[in-house]
């Protein structure tokens, strides 16, 4: 059972954005490093958030509670509407592995970048991670 009428649900729903400020402290980083990209290209499965095509490299940055990260707090199951919210963030993983196969399977890499790894106290780490996966030459998934 929902706790919000419909409009206040739309009202809610409304305020979601599809870029996040995290995808965009990506963008200028890997900016700032030289590298050169394609942002949310169409023509990849999943549609990713940053895509590399010198290094065939696609990057994921995917929230914790929508792609249901494993072990992180954030990944919470709402507790109102519990049967619509599992059956939904379940498709979410399943299609996000759908794709990451899909991608690997026609030569490219994978990078999921976690939000919770872009927190400040965990940011430049993760960051310089990033750069390193990058510059691999292993078509194996990568989590940062």
């Given at each position: 059972m929902d706790n919000h009428t419909e409009p206040q649900r739309h009202e809610n729903m409304s305020h979601i954005r599809s870029v996040s400020s995290k995808e965009i402290i990506i963008r200028k980083y890997l900016f700032s490093k030289g590298y050169r990209y394609r942002k949310n290209d169409r023509r990849y499965a999943g549609c990713p958030d940053v895509v590399?095509?010198?290094?065939?490299?696609?990057?994921f940055v995917n929230g914790c509670f929508w792609h249901q990260?494993?072990?992180?707090k954030k990944a919470t199951m709402?507790?109102?509407n519990h049967e619509y919210w599992e059956a939904k963030l379940k498709n979410n993983v399943s299609r996000d592995r759908k794709n990451m196969n899909e991608l690997r399977s026609n030569g490219w890499k994978v990078?999921?970048?976690w939000e919770c790894k872009l927190e400040k106290n965990?940011?430049?780490?993760?960051?310089a991670g990033l750069t390193r996966e990058i510059e691999k030459n292993d078509l194996?998934?990568?989590v940062i």
């Amino acid at each position: 059972m929902d706790n919000h009428t419909e409009p206040q649900r739309h009202e809610n729903m409304s305020h979601i954005r599809s870029v996040s400020s995290k995808e965009i402290i990506i963008r200028k980083y890997l900016f700032s490093k030289g590298y050169r990209y394609r942002k949310n290209d169409r023509r990849y499965a999943g549609c990713p958030d940053v895509v590399l095509p010198k290094y065939r490299t696609v990057i994921f940055v995917n929230g914790c509670f929508w792609h249901q990260h494993k072990g992180c707090k954030k990944a919470t199951m709402p507790k109102s509407n519990h049967e619509y919210w599992e059956a939904k963030l379940k498709n979410n993983v399943s299609r996000d592995r759908k794709n990451m196969n899909e991608l690997r399977s026609n030569g490219w890499k994978v990078i999921i970048i976690w939000e919770c790894k872009l927190e400040k106290n965990k940011m430049k780490k993760t960051l310089a991670g990033l750069t390193r996966e990058i510059e691999k030459n292993d078509l194996k998934r990568s989590v940062i």
